[in-house]
Nanobody, 126 residues
Framework: QVQLVESGGGLVQAGGSLRLSCAVSGRSFSNYAMGWFRQAPGQEREFVAVVSWSGSITYYADSVKGRFTISRDDAENTVYLQMSSLKSEDTAVYYC???????????????????WGQGTQVTVSS
């Protein structure tokens, strides 16, 4: 059984930083792209960032480019999202996701991910 467990969310002031972690178990990790999505109240889940299976290629939503950094540690089966210069509009539940197919690079559609974590709340106060 595949499990993705996020951690690191919380309450932070605007301009602050947080680092989210997502630990993956029960499935091969190193051959698959990993992504982060978020969902604010009353809004649809949206793509935030993806890291390729190799870790060498990353892609970000325009809204977070230059402020967020996604990375992975295959030895720890963990993917990270470092968030800086946080804004109130970053407030959402953040989800990590495991790609459906191996070898993915630039994948940003929800349907391209097969497994999801339970989410971690990030609240940015202005």
């Amino acid at each position: 059984q595949v499990q993705l467990v996020e951690s690191g969310g919380g309450l932070v002031q605007a301009g602050g930083s947080l680092r989210l972690s997502c630990a993956v178990s029960g499935r091969s990790f190193s051959n698959y792209a990993m992504g982060w999505f978020r969902q604010a109240p009353g809004q649809e889940r949206e793509f935030v960032a993806v890291v390729s299976w190799s870790g060498s290629i990353t892609y970000y939503a325009d809204s977070v480019k230059g402020r967020f950094t996604i990375s992975r540690d295959d030895a720890e089966n963990t993917v990270y999202l470092q968030m800086s210069s946080l804004k109130s509009e970053d407030t959402a539940v953040y989800y990590c996701a495991h790609a459906r197919r191996s070898g993915g690079i630039h994948i940003s559609q929800i349907k391209e991910y097969a497994y999801w974590g339970q989410g971690t709340q990030v609240t940015v106060s202005s």
